[in-house]
């Protein structure tokens, strides 16, 4: 189960991976087409070979059984012989001395039969009632004992007309080597009684072949050494065979039938046994093949195949790397170019070595990188300059008015009080003006903004002669947040000029401030006049309107606006200072009183005073 996760999250990181089994699974067909033809054409070449095979020894057999179909003709033809016959018969009436022309004369007919046959090495005839044997390659040979013979036994007692083969073997019971001449290992013997329908039949007709000559009847079914091939007669009595090796056991089991081969698989010695028997004369033929000698030919082409698989996806997994590199390389260049351009170095450039569609998206990224560095060089830092300059602009517009207001308070006060009271007004009003200017500082503290409207606000009782009082709520956590300076100076001007300023008595004004789910939040709240709904709809039409996007691109030609000058004043220093998390909202019920919110991301805020800082 790891190895199948692991596998699976390889197969979505891995390019390489994906190429690599794409690749294999294009040469998947491939191979088993290979291997199917493969299977194929060592299925018909086997099937070839087998049909080769059983022709072959369907061929051999039909020409073995009419050799011996010849010899076994021929025996019949000389046993029957009446001239040999009587000659022999007289003989049986003849001293040895007397019988030696008639032997001479036997000799001679049985020579002639030989000289045109060339498959008999000799033919020889016993004449039992002497003993002595005529053949044709020795002359006569007398028999001592004959009645003692093995052989002669077995031609006796078989059924008369009927031949039997003779296949001497050395150490055998009853081989007797003085009659090797005529019984050699090297060759077989076919015997008969000469005269066969005679009841007194005793003579033996013994036709000699060489069985070097069998062999080489049979040495063209063995292909190579490798190779074995068995002759039997009727009575599994191995004729002849090319090697000394001993037969398996499992050959005894095939029986053939109609002179078809039977094949047979030794797994044991790794073998192929093919037998076929004639139905003629009953000898048979067993072939033995080495598996591996048959399908030599065949694996030197399996083996072929297996090399062109193994060398097919060697290639796929090299062309799978090759384009993988080719393609990861150029990618993994933009990537590096891309975190840079992200970590503000717009001096990154990629090489341009390519000519294929990867050097045309790094030719586009340098050209985009360029025009970006020339757009920021050439557009954001003069509109940043051009914003700077309206909220300065901005800024100018608050503190004149606000003076002219105090400067008539001042005249009208240094009418009607005395003269303390103009020299604590104009005390405050030196400090207020004093901590505006703050040596260029654009960003106080929540608790320096609250010192500072304190210096406003007490103007302004003076002015109003305590016509309404003021209440701070400040919660401790947020008195070190920075703040835009004099964001609240204009709401609460608004506040006592549009609010408190009309109410007859009991005004107040409270100024809070809390945090609350990272957002500063800002309150400036009064019980004065209030706003009429339909008024109250056009200001907040009029907020509305006022956005990030429109400061930003400031040109320096925006139209003034007048109606509620201090409430877009503010809104819009939010916005282009904090940008679109910061707000201004505002609520009001038409002589109950107004409160006005603004609420600021607490992370913006300390943004906006660590740059003041670094300034």
């Keep these: 189960m790891k190895l199948l996760h692991w596998f699976a999250n390889r197969w979505v990181e891995s390019l390489q991976l994906r190429l690599t089994v794409y690749f294999l699974l294009i040469l998947i067909p491939l191979v088993f087409i290979s291997l199917y033809a493969n299977f194929k054409s060592k299925s018909i070449l086997d099937q070839q070979v087998s049909e080769r095979i059983q022709n072959a020894m369907s061929g051999a057999m039909e020409y073995i059984d009419l050799t011996i179909q010849n010899v076994e003709e021929l025996s019949m033809i000389v046993a029957m012989d009446g001239n040999i016959n009587q000659k022999l018969t007289q003989l049986d009436t003849k001293t040895l001395p007397q019988s030696n022309f008639d032997f001479g004369q036997v000799l001679a007919s049985i020579t002639n039969i030989n000289t045109i046959n060339p498959l008999l090495s000799q033919i020889s005839i016993l004449h039992a009632s002497s003993g002595t044997i005529l053949s044709t390659r020795f002359g006569g040979k007398r028999i001592e004992d004959l009645e003692a013979q093995i052989w002669y036994q077995a031609v006796i007692s078989h059924n008369k007309g009927a031949g039997i083969w003779l296949v001497p073997r050395h150490n055998e ?354 019980n004065g006049k209030g706003i009429d709904s339909e008024k109250l709809s056009a200001i907040r039409r009029q907020l509305d309107k006022v956005s990030y996007n429109d400061y930003a691109k400031f040109s320096g030609i925006q139209p003034v606006y007048y109606e509620f000058f201090g409430l877009r004043n503010v809104k819009a220093r939010l916005k282009l200072f904090y940008k679109e998390q910061a707000d201004l909202e505002i609520e009001s019920t038409l002589n109950v009183g107004t409160a006005i919110t603004i609420t600021i991301p607490l992370e913006s805020c300390y943004e906006i005073g660590t740059g003041q800082e670094e300034d």
């Design 173 to 526: 019971p009853g081989y007797d080597i003085e009659l090797e001449s005529i019984f050699s290992p090297k060759s077989v013997t076919l015997m008969r009684l000469m005269d066969y329908f005679s009841p007194d039949a005793n003579n033996v007709l013994m036709l000699t072949i060489n069985k070097q000559k069998l062999l080489q009847m049979i040495s063209n079914l063995s292909g190579s050494e490798q190779e074995n091939v068995y002759l039997f007669n009727e009575n599994m009595q191995l004729i002849v065979s090319t090697t000394e090796e001993p037969l398996p056991s499992m050959a005894d089991t095939l029986t053939t039938k109609n002179g078809m081969v039977e094949t047979a698989t030794d797994h044991d010695n790794e073998l192929f046994i093919r037998r076929i028997n004639s139905k003629e004369t009953g000898w048979s033929l067993i072939l033995l093949q080495p598996i591996h000698a048959i399908h030599q030919s065949s694996n030197h082409l399996s083996q072929y195949t297996y090399y062109i698989v193994a060398v097919s996806i060697v290639l796929a997994v090299i062309i799978a790397w090759v384009i993988y590199r080719g393609i990861s390389s150029p990618l993994a260049s933009l990537a590096y170019g891309m975190k840079q351009m992200r970590q503000g170095n717009l001096n990154t450039r990629l090489p341009m070595d390519r000519k294929d569609d990867f050097g045309k998206v790094t030719r586009s990224f340098n050209d985009m990188v360029k025009e970006h560095r020339d757009l920021i060089k050439n557009n954001y830092e003069q509109q940043l300059l051009m914003a700077k300059t309206e909220l300065r602009l901005l800024q100018s517009q608050i503190n004149p008015h606000f003076l002219y207001n105090t400067l008539d308070s001042i005249y009208w006060k240094a009418e009607n009080y005395e003269a303390e009271e103009i020299s604590e007004m104009v005390l405050n009003l030196s400090k207020f003006f004093r901590t505006s200017l703050s040596k260029g500082k654009d960003v106080f503290t929540i608790e320096e903004t609250v010192e500072h409207l304190t210096y406003y606000l007490t103007v302004q009782r003076l002015r109003y002669a305590d016509h309404f009082s003021v209440r701070f709520d400040i919660e401790e956590e947020s008195k070190p947040v920075p703040l835009l300076k004099l964001i609240l100076q204009p709401l609460v001007e608004n506040a006592i000029l549009h609010g408190l300023e009309k109410k007859p008595e009991g005004g107040e004004l409270k100024i809070s401030s809390r945090i609350r789910d990272g957002l500063l939040i800002l309150t400036v709240e009064d």
